[in-house]
């Protein structure tokens, strides 16, 4: 079992046993739910399918778009 201390702003660190164990990276976004007296935190899942249809939008272009779509793709496999 992991102990954390609540800093300052209500900030916590989560220990890097932990982190390693379910692969958490800076940048990488939580869910954050609780349940009785818990906090669970759940690691989001990655879709860059959803996060392209996001970002290029329903009226998709593709001479426009195309180009967007690639550069997004290729910093978010950087990122990831």
């Given at each position: 079992m992991n102990v954390i201390?609540?800093?300052r702003k209500f900030e916590i660190v989560i220990p890097k046993n932990v982190r390693e164990r379910v692969n958490i990276e800076e940048g990488d976004l939580l869910?954050?739910?609780?349940e009785e007296n818990k906090i669970i935190l759940k690691k989001?899942?990655?879709n860059p399918y959803?996060?392209?249809k996001r970002v290029v939008g329903e009226s998709y272009n593709e001479e426009i778009d195309e180009?967007?779509?690639?550069?997004w793709l290729k910093d978010a496999s950087i990122r990831h």
């Open positions: 201390r609540v800093g869910e954050v739910e609780v989001v899942k990655y959803e996060v392209l180009k967007k779509a690639e550069r």
